[in-house]
């Protein structure tokens, strides 16, 4: 069964450095997402993505984020100046161009910032 | 505002016994409802999803029941085994837009053998 796939699994950062966090969708997926979870928590939506433009994004997703889909099969989340409140679980799903169909999800990377 | 939510944050049943998880939810627009569950380190999986339309689905050994009333998903898991251990969550996503989904704060069930 297709699956999403997302690297790396771990990262460990300095407060301050930029994070790219990767994913590669189901391939005949349109629509792409990210979302996270801190420890203990709820999963909160980042944002969404398609047709190469973001479609919508929460508070969460501030100036210090964005998405990339720089070729047909990646999709990366890059934080430019990390905070200790980044840290989190991060993951990605994606779903197929028919309406309500069930968003698929990685098994995150572990962002950890010290 | 927009909120899902669940009754319970913990269950815990016998194997063998059947399982149910409750979810309520807030904002009348959702129109889609999705259950995922999520073990130990990895992320959520898809278990079944209904809309607004249908007031019950079945799958395999999983039931979602819908009540649009009292604004009300529940899970019902047969046949519960050690392998469906896992914490649940409902999320709910709205009629337009990106189709985000909003999660609730999920339910961890224990299967004891």
């Known amino acids: 069964e297709p699956e999403v796939t997302q690297t790396p699994s771990h990262q460990v950062t300095q407060m301050g450095q930029e994070v790219i966090l990767r994913c590669v969708p189901i391939s005949n997926h349109l629509y792409f997402y990210w979302y996270r979870q801190i420890l203990g928590q709820k999963v909160e939506f980042l944002v969404s993505?398609?047709?190469?433009?973001?479609?919508?994004k929460s508070e969460i997703f501030d100036d210090q984020f964005s998405v990339e889909r720089p070729d047909g099969s990646n999709f990366t989340l890059k934080i430019r100046s990390t905070k200790l409140e980044d840290s989190a679980m991060y993951f990605c799903?994606?779903?197929?161009?028919?309406?309500?169909?069930?968003?698929?999800f990685g098994d995150g990377t572990r962002l950890s910032i010290l | 505002g927009e909120s899902v939510g669940l009754h319970l944050p913990t269950l815990s049943v016998q194997e063998g016994d059947n399982s149910i998880i409750n979810c309520a939810y807030s904002n009348s627009a959702s129109d889609y409802f999705i259950w995922y569950k999520q073990e130990s380190g990895k992320g959520p999986q898809f278990i079944i999803d209904?809309?607004?339309?249908?007031d019950k689905r079945q799958g395999q050994r999983v039931t979602v029941l819908l009540n649009k009333t009292v604004k009300h998903l529940s899970l019902q898991i047969a046949a519960t085994q050690p392998g469906d251990s896992a914490v649940y969550f409902c999320a709910e996503n709205k009629r337009g837009g990106s189709e985000k989904l909003v999660f609730g704060k999920g339910t961890k069930l224990t299967v004891n053998p």
């Open positions: 799903a994606s779903r197929g161009g028919e309406p309500k169909s069930p968003q698929h």
């Open positions: 993505f398609y047709n190469n433009e973001i479609s919508e």
């Open positions: 209904i809309r607004s339309n249908m």
